[in-house]
Nanobody, 126 residues
Framework: QVQLVESGGGSVQAGGSLNVSCVFS????????MAWFRQPPGQEREGVAS????????AYADSVKGRFTISKDNAKNTVHLRMDSHKPEDTALYYC???????????????????WGDGTQVTVSV
């Protein structure tokens, strides 16, 4: 059974930093890609950052480029998201997602991902 478990997050003031991590289990072969999505209150889920497991290719939403960094630890089946220079609009529930099979053409399309964590809250205050 595939499981994704997020950790980290919390509350931070604008301009501050937070880290979130996601550990996955239950895969017989590594997923093709891992991604972080977020869902602000009352809004749709949006892609934030993604990384391909084999090629280590990262992609970012324009809203977080230069501020967020995604990385992975192959040995620990873990994906990290380092978030710097936080803005109030970063406030959201952050989800980890995994896609098996092939690398996605649109890495920030939620429907392409087959496994999801329960989410971890990030709150940025002014």
């Amino acid at each position: 059974q595939v499981q994704l478990v997020e950790s980290g997050g919390g509350s931070v003031q604008a301009g501050g930093s937070l880290n979130v991590s996601c550990v996955f289990s239950g895969y017989t072969t590594a997923p093709a890609a891992m991604a972080w999505f977020r869902q602000p209150p009352g809004q749709e889920r949006e892609g934030v950052a993604s990384i391909t497991w084999r090629y280590n290719t990262a992609a970012y939403a324009d809203s977080v480029k230069g501020r967020f960094t995604i990385s992975k630890d192959n040995a620990k089946n873990t994906v990290h998201l380092r978030m710097d220079s936080h803005k109030p609009e970063d406030t959201a529930l952050y989800y980890c997602a995994a896609k098996d099979g092939t690398v996605p053409n649109n890495p920030h399309r939620p429907s392409l991902y087959t496994a999801w964590g329960d989410g971890t809250q990030v709150t940025v205050s002014v």
